[in-house]
């Protein structure tokens, strides 16, 4: 199975190396050590801790709504561009960037601007797969 150093595994989890050190450090994502002493991360375990981290609210109040999208992509509002009808809101969730197109109505309601954290839902009936094999 594929490991992963600390850098990459912040990557792919969204968050700063630092943070993926202070999970290792505090027992929560194990890790093991190449022979240059490099911090390794196995895939499964990486794997089953983007699970855990995506299903655990945090410091929040954990109230999420009732949907069946479950593909959440919590992040911040970059962008938002009115349209006199309709509008495009993008979003940034770690190395993501979602663009939604919505209508002017449900902006101004949601109250979405620059800077406002915002979680993107995506349901689609075709999502599309691809392996990278890095070195």
Do not use: C
């Not at 700063?16 to 196995?42: M, N, Q, Y």
């Not at 962008?79 to 939604?100: F, K, M, N």
């Amino acid at each position: 199975m594929r490991s992963y150093t600390i850098g990459r595994a912040a990557r792919l989890l969204g968050v700063s190396p630092d943070t993926v050190r202070r999970w290792a450090d505090a027992g929560r994502l194990p890790t093991t050590r190449d022979p240059a002493g490099k911090r390794l991360i196995d895939g499964v375990d990486l794997a089953a801790f983007a699970v855990l981290l995506a299903s655990d609210p945090g410091e929040e109040d954990g109230a999420e709504p009732y949907t069946s999208a479950r593909n959440a992509f919590p992040g911040i509002v970059t962008a938002v561009t009115l349209g006199d009808v309709a509008a495009q809101v993008e979003v940034q969730a770690g190395p993501h960037r979602l663009v939604s197109l919505l209508t002017r109505e449900a902006v101004e309601e949601l109250g979405l601007a620059v800077g406002v954290e915002a979680v993107a839902r995506v349901k689609a009936t075709s999502v599309h797969i691809d392996r990278r094999d890095l070195p």
